[in-house]
């Protein structure tokens, strides 16, 4: 079992920046691939970024490439997606994933969710 809790989202005009924060808890061993996901109201889950235990294979949906950062500290076990350069379109639900292994861009390769956090761009 493990604990996904998201935290650092909110309202930022286009442009801005955000940090999200994943902590996770419980069986921290099986967080091999940590990702992150979006979902906008009336859209399907899509895939954002992931990143493997050593931080030696990282992922990113081409949509926010050069944009977005993902990265972990895994003596705090927490997973990280530093947002720049903000869009409108970037408004959505994010959630943080886990796999027991390496995992890519379906959300049925992962194992635990957390819940989301709101993150709201404004034109």
């Known amino acids: 079992q493990v604990q996904l809790v998201e935290s650092g989202g909110g309202l930022v005009q286009a442009g801005g920046s955000l940090r999200l924060s994943c902590a996770a808890s419980?069986?921290?061993?099986?967080?091999?691939?940590m990702g992150w996901f979006r979902q906008a109201p009336g859209n399907e889950r899509e895939f954002v970024a992931a990143?493997?235990?050593?931080?030696?294979?990282?992922d990113y949906a081409d949509f926010v490439k050069g944009r977005f950062t993902i990265s972990r500290d895994n003596a705090k076990n927490t997973v990280y997606l530093q947002m720049n350069s903000l869009k409108p379109e970037d408004t959505a639900v994010y959630s943080c994933?886990?796999?027991?292994?390496?995992?890519?861009?379906?959300?049925?390769?992962?194992?635990?969710w957390g819940q989301g956090t709101q993150v709201t761009v404004s034109s």
């Open positions: 994933a886990a796999s027991q292994r390496w995992a890519g861009i379906l959300p049925k390769e992962y194992d635990y």
């Open positions: 419980g069986r921290t061993f099986s967080s091999y691939t």
């Open positions: 990143i493997r235990w050593s931080s030696s294979r990282i």
